[in-house]
């Protein structure tokens, strides 16, 4: 072979060698830089894609100043406890109970206690909907106390393999496996629709249902093994479970607040304060608007004149109605009432949320995915997952006393300054999440947060039964001999 044929084959050579030499060089430079080189978005992707396989969740990644549940956390993208099994092209999701945090045993009750007051015709025999074929829950006022609706979902979905949700909650089979038993009793609806009287009634079949529950529970050999101190009641409703919640108050409540309640029978050390269901529309973080595009200051539309604690709202009303940046207004949930408070509170700087009938209302929650700082004016509020989230980094609090002197509320909203009401709205993009509820559910989403608050009660529950029960096994000896 002749020196000129040879140049060619020997110049290629080179520039493979040094090709080869730069790439491997490359990938060593990402692999040790790639969290500034590459978006995280982008690795995530190339990740998860890489296994056919693409999680979707509607709401934003858990805040990282969130807790994950202790012993067994959930990450980011996935669960621990989720387990894929291929089947040609088909995917199914199974949990594994043995490896979630929650176990929950669920009674099968008759539907007249859950779907069946949402119109749900079953089949005889037939306790719950198919998961692919869920009863809407009806809107308006009705939707905000639907908790017990969304948990009920929840568990069902836990048990599905169509459906892909969190792992740290699985209903089970045997009560003796469970944490925690679930009552599910639609008690809010209950209320709602059938406190009523109608055609030839003598009793509301909500006051009926009531003393069906208990005559049930109270028969229960789950009941009476710790005296309904491990099993849940959803009663978010103030007026919800009214004639039969003293009977039932040894049990956990999910509550809206106390307001209504004793002290004995409901209280912080047992029972749970869940976010009313928002009814304005959500805002997406990219098309939140900034301080210089909320031209009003204050915000607040709805029932002025209250009783009670509520009565704060009048004399605020007329304190505000006439300031000009002030949106102070009757307002209701006729027409375009809904719409029109979303509006209003996402063109907001601030929105008040005052006492009513109740220490808390579904405005706040409204305020939050709308992105507006809300205002809390209301001495004896409790606060949904308080334990995890620091509400003043994204509402202002404001002493009824205070908020009543003249000039005070308007000086102190006013003095907050953009960087600072920046700093609120950014963690109110943040946060906003935990107050979504969804179905099937999401990491960090509020039916997640209820469970997270359920584990932290039943872990106390267990610590206090256990106490109890240091002697009995003594007592029980000695009865034996």
């Known amino acids: ?64 100043k969130l807790p994950s549940i202790p012993s067994k956390p959930i990450t980011e993208v996935d669960c621990p406890s989720l387990k894929m099994v291929a089947s040609g092209q088909d995917r199914k999701k199974i949990c594994d109970s043995s490896e979630a945090v929650l176990r929950v045993y669920m009674y099968d009750l008759p539907p007249e206690f859950h779907f069946g007051l949402l119109g749900w015709k079953w089949k005889e025999n037939q306790t719950w909907p198919g998961v692919d074929n869920i009863p809407p829950y009806p809107g308006g006022l009705n939707l905000q106390h639907s908790i017990e609706y969304w948990l009920t979902l ?16 699985v209903r089970v089979q045997n009560s003796s496996q469970a944490d925690v038993i679930f009552v599910p009793f639609f008690s809010s609806l209950s209320y709602n629709r059938f406190s009523k009287l109608r055609g030839k009634e003598k009793i509301s079949l909500n006051l009926m249902l009531q003393n069906k529950l208990v005559q049930f529970l109270m028969a229960r050999d789950e009941w009476k093994q710790f005296k309904g101190k491990d099993h849940l009641i959803i009663a978010h409703h103030p007026n919800s479970m009214l004639k039969v919640r003293k009977k039932l108050g040894s049990a956990m409540f999910v509550l809206a607040d106390f307001g209504r ?31 210089n595009q909320r031209p009003t200051l204050v915000y607040f539309q709805g029932a002025i004149y209250r009783k009670a604690g509520g009565a704060i709202r009048q004399e605020l009303y007329y304190l505000l109605k006439d300031e000009n940046d002030v949106h102070f207004t009757f307002g209701s949930v006729q027409g375009h009432g809904i719409n029109s408070a979303g509006k209003g509170m996402a063109s907001s700087k601030f929105c008040l949320n005052i006492a009513g009938d109740t220490p808390s209302s579904n405005r706040l929650f409204d305020a939050i995915v709308s992105h507006c700082v809300p205002v809390i004016i209301s001495d004896n509020i409790e606060l949904p997952f308080e334990d995890v989230l620091d509400y003043s980094e994204f509402c202002v609090f404001v002493r009824a006393s205070d908020a009543v002197k003249k000039g005070y509320l308007l000086n102190l909203l006013r003095g907050i300054k953009r960087d600072k009401w920046t700093k609120m709205w950014e963690r109110l ?13 999401q990491s960090g989403d509020a039916v997640d947060m209820i469970w997270r608050s359920v584990y932290h009660k039943t872990s106390l529950v267990r610590l206090n039964i256990n106490r109890k029960n240091r002697y009995h096994q003594a007592e029980a000896f000695l009865k034996g001999n």
């Not at 995280?40 to 805040?63: G, K």
């Not at 929840?154 to 909650?169: G, H, K, Q, T």
């Open 1 to 64: 072979m002749s020196e000129k044929s040879k140049l060619p084959s020997r110049l290629l050579f080179y520039l493979f060698s040094v090709s080869m030499f730069l790439l491997i060089l490359s990938s060593i430079f990402l692999l040790q830089f790639g969290s500034t080189s590459i978006p995280s978005l982008v690795l995530t992707q190339i990740l998860v894609n890489s296994t056919s396989v693409y999680f979707s969740p509607s709401v934003q990644s858990e805040p990282s």
């Open 429 to 441: 993009k943040e946060i906003s999440p935990h107050f979504e509820y969804q179905y099937p559910s």
């Open 154 to 169: 929840d568990l069902l979905a836990s048990n599905s393999e169509s459906l892909i949700r969190p792992c740290s909650v």
């Open 261 to 291: 309640y004793h002290t004995e029978t409901a209280n912080l050390e047992k029972d749970i304060i869940a976010p009313y269901k928002h009814v304005v529309r959500t805002t997406p973080s990219e098309q939140s608007a900034q301080f």
